[in-house]
């Protein structure tokens, strides 16, 4: 196909890899695997598609060439997709089509299959949550995101919450301001109304880390 290249997007652990594939002005595809898979589970099939779309297969945090989350950290289903979310906005990619394999048929213990079977809820989970962003869902041995109909809209509502305020706070993101003791001892009571000075103070023993700079 041409043009394959390498990409890596930051991310507050380390970072996102990601393997491209096309003309970086094509059609926006992002390619999304399967569990204990990584972005070259695309290797053979994406020289076999159109030659006018910019694939781009992300590997999943923890797979791949990506940063592992830290340790002791587990890793949600819904923290997948906050990725992929992550990933298209490192992009700007406001709409684009969405690839998603899963490996159920390939694994043969009860536990795997289960893994998989949720793994593959990913890619329609993430058109649940922004259908304005995805103008075409590919599912490759996948199946559909079902919820209970009396449950849809207040799943929908409460989880993307949750990953728009994520997003939006790692984007505020600030290196820390050093402030005097006194400073940060009147930050502290102005945030807390029911502190006493004296109980601020006791708190700040081990809620305030010295400094060079203060």
């Given at each position: 196909?041409?043009?394959l290249?390498?990409?890596?997007?930051?991310?507050?652990?380390g970072?996102?890899?990601?393997?491209a594939?096309?003309?970086?002005d094509g059609?926006?595809?992002?390619c999304?695997?399967?569990?204990l898979?990584?972005?070259?589970?695309?290797d053979?099939?994406?020289p076999l598609?159109?030659?006018d779309?910019?694939?781009v297969?992300m590997?999943?945090?923890g797979?791949?060439?990506?940063?592992?989350?830290?340790a002791?950290s587990?890793?949600h289903f819904?923290?997948y997709v906050?990725?992929?979310?992550?990933?298209?906005?490192?992009l700007q990619?406001?709409r684009?089509t969405?690839?998603g394999?899963?490996?159920?048929?390939?694994k043969t213990?009860?536990?795997?299959?289960?893994?998989?079977?949720?793994?593959?809820?990913?890619?329609?989970?993430f058109c649940f949550?922004y259908?304005e962003?995805?103008?075409k869902?590919?599912?490759?041995?996948?199946?559909?995101?079902?919820l209970?109909?009396?449950?849809?809209?207040?799943?929908l509502?409460s989880?993307r919450?949750?990953?728009?305020?994520l997003?939006s706070l790692e984007a505020?993101?600030?290196?820390?301001?050093?402030?005097?003791p006194e400073a940060?001892?009147q930050?502290l009571?102005?945030?807390n109304?029911?502190?006493?000075?004296?109980?601020?103070?006791i708190?700040?023993?081990?809620?305030?880390t010295?400094?060079?700079?203060g």
């Open positions: 196909l041409g043009m290249s390498e990409l890596k997007f930051p991310v507050p652990w970072h996102v890899a990601a393997k594939w096309g003309p970086s059609h926006p595809v992002l999304l695997h399967g569990w898979d990584n972005a070259n589970t695309f053979k099939l994406i598609l159109p030659r779309c910019y694939y297969a590997d999943f945090s797979h791949g060439l990506s940063s592992h989350r830290p002791g587990p890793y819904l923290d906050t990725d992929v979310r992550r990933v298209a906005a490192a990619w406001r684009f969405l690839m394999h899963s490996m159920g048929k390939t213990s009860l536990k795997a299959q289960l893994f998989s079977f949720w793994y593959c809820f990913i890619s329609p989970q949550l259908p962003m995805v103008d869902l590919i599912l490759l041995e996948n199946l559909g995101f079902l209970a109909p009396e449950d849809t809209e207040a799943w509502k989880k919450m949750v990953i728009d305020r997003l505020k993101q600030q290196t820390p301001k050093a402030r005097s940060a001892l930050r009571l102005e945030a109304r029911h502190l006493t000075a004296e109980g601020g103070a708190l700040l023993q081990r809620g305030a010295e400094t060079p700079a």
